[in-house]
């Protein structure tokens, strides 16, 4: 089946500094790469949608310049948490899908991201 | 805009036995996707049922069907014969399959339920 890799899975770093998370469809192209936050035990929550080449569209209420997207290729989509703070601790998941829309999404095993 | 709603936050099942999670959703749109997944404490999200909704049957993967009922715009997920491995958070999503609309392509989850299963 499809792999979506995310890298790196658990992240610890200090306040002010910026992290970079990567997600990579392995066996497939993906033209499009979807950005999600999910606290503990709660839901997804969209950050935003990438298409390869494209300026990623997010969701109401995510800065933009806070979570930089980038989906250059279509294999692989970074997110890059700028300036971070202890309340952009969180679990991020990325998905990967190819094709047309009917195709599944693949989602990456996720990245826990602490900032102390 | 969509919206999933899983009004059960916490079920148990006694391993061997069969239970039920439900889910409601509301649209406008009359052809869309709608799934289940599955995420254990590793927190990997795993597929366990979709169904097409133009598709009037169930869909079944093996101890898993699902009773989608259109109208009533209601997705409830069974799973029979539930073994501890099923423990986990389980999440009713939708999906578009409007290719004009805003939401094309994006999953809309709902609050998720979390099922454990007694041995």
């Known amino acids: 089946g499809a792999v979506v890799s995310q890298h790196p899975s658990w992240v610890i770093c200090k306040s002010g500094t910026s992290v970079k998370i990567e997600c990579r469809s392995l066996?497939?192209?993906?033209?499009?790469m979807f950005w999600y936050r999910q606290f503990p035990k709660q839901s997804l929550m969209l950050m935003a949608t990438s298409n390869e080449g494209s300026k990623a569209t997010y969701e109401q209420g995510v800065e933009k310049d806070k979570f930089l997207i980038n989906h250059a290729s279509l294999t692989l989509s970074t997110l890059t948490v700028t300036s971070a703070h202890p309340e952009d601790s969180s679990f991020y998941i990325c998905?990967?899908?190819?094709?047309?829309?009917?195709?599944?999404?693949?989602f990456g095993d996720g990245t826990r991201l602490s900032i102390l | 805009a969509q919206t999933v709603t899983q009004s059960q936050p916490e079920m148990s099942v006694q391993e061997a036995e069969t239970v039920t999670l439900s889910c409601t959703y509301d649209t406008s749109e009359s052809d869309y996707y709608l799934f289940w997944y599955k995420q254990p404490p590793s927190r990997q999200m795993i597929l366990v049922i979709r169904q097409e909704a133009y598709k009037q049957q169930n869909a079944t993967e093996n101890r898993f069907s699902v009773n989608f009922q259109k109208a009533a715009k209601s997705f409830s997920l069974k799973i029979s014969d539930s073994q501890l491995g099923d423990a986990a958070m389980y999440f009713c999503?939708?999906?578009?399959?409007?290719?004009?609309?805003?939401?094309?392509?994006?999953?809309?989850f709902g609050q998720g339920t979390i099922l454990t299963v007694h041995p």
């Open positions: 066996d497939f192209q993906a033209t499009t």
């Open positions: 998905s990967a899908r190819g094709g047309t829309s009917n195709q599944p999404q693949h």
């Open positions: 999503a939708y999906r578009s399959a409007n290719a004009g609309g805003t939401s094309y392509g994006k999953l809309t």
